[in-house]
């Protein structure tokens, strides 16, 4: 049988092969090189907004809002508001595994050049500490 017949065989047994899923289920289903900026699930929690999402929902364009449903709504709805003040398009995304972030923004389809994603406050590390 040659290959290409074996991959359709393939694909129609165990669907189409997932592209770095360890990484998906981390990052509420997108990878690391689209990520502008990712915010853990006490950071959300805690009230307000964030000034980094707000400015890069008014200022980015193709920007997507993932946010983790196992929080509660009330603690993500005022980004929700902003988002879609701003045409920004969101998913509610129910990880399959415990991950410590609780929102990301992304771009929807291509890598971008990103060095601080992460805003390391105090929350920041209480989560982080919280899965080593």
């Not at 983790?68 to 709504?73: E, I, M, Q, S, T």
């Not at 879609?84 to 923004?105: A, E, Q």
């Amino acid at each position: 049988m040659d290959q290409k017949m074996k991959d359709v065989i393939d694909r129609a047994l165990y669907g189409v092969p997932e592209i770095k899923p360890e990484e998906r289920g981390l990052f509420l289903s997108t990878i690391i090189e689209r990520i502008y900026l990712a915010l853990t699930k006490k950071q959300v929690i805690r009230g307000g907004m964030y000034e980094e999402a707000i400015r890069l929902m008014k200022t980015k364009q193709n920007l997507h809002l993932y946010i983790n449903g196992n929080l509660a709504y009330k603690t993500y709805s005022n980004y929700i508001q902003e988002a879609s003040k701003h045409n920004c398009r969101f998913t509610v995304v129910t990880p399959p595994r415990t991950t410590p972030f609780g929102l990301v923004l992304a771009d929807e389809s291509s890598a971008i050049e990103s060095t601080n994603m992460f805003v390391k406050d105090e929350l920041y590390q209480l989560d982080m500490e919280e899965i080593e």
